[in-house]
């Protein structure tokens, strides 16, 4: 069973940066990624980062703000948020595909950590 843990989040000004980590637990030689759910709209893909790492896979919106990162000692994923911005207020999520490739897809993933608010002021 593969249990994914979230921490960070909270609220912060615009321009300001968070880090949101997401620790894994249970076997797993899965890709990983981070989505976003604002409220009222569809869960949009983040970024997402293959089991054997590579370069990540970003939304074209996110590159230049977002960062995904992975500790593999720690079996921890990061993702560092920088110059927020109100319209990044969202829900955020981890999600561990259950496969080695990543997907931009949320629906192909099939673990999932319970959330991260991140509430950006203006």
């Known amino acids: 069973q593969v249990q994914l843990v979230q921490s960070g989040g909270g609220l912060v000004q615009a321009g300001g940066s968070l880090r949101l980590s997401c620790q894994v637990s249970g076997r797993s030689s899965s890709a990983m990624c981070w989505v976003r759910q604002a409220p009222a709209k569809e869960r949009e893909f983040v970024v997402s980062i293959n089991w054997s790492g590579g370069s990540p896979d970003y939304a074209d919106s996110m590159k230049s703000r977002f960062a995904i990162s992975r500790d593999a000692a720690k079996n921890t994923v990061y993702l560092q948020a920088n110059n927020l911005k109100p319209e990044d207020t969202a829900v955020y999520y981890c999600?561990?595909?259950?496969?080695?490739?990543?997907?931009?897809?949320?629906?192909?993933?099939?673990?999932w950590g319970q959330g991260s608010q991140v509430t950006v002021s203006s």
């Open positions: 999600a561990a595909r259950g496969f080695p490739i990543g997907s931009r897809r949320p629906d192909a993933y099939y673990y």
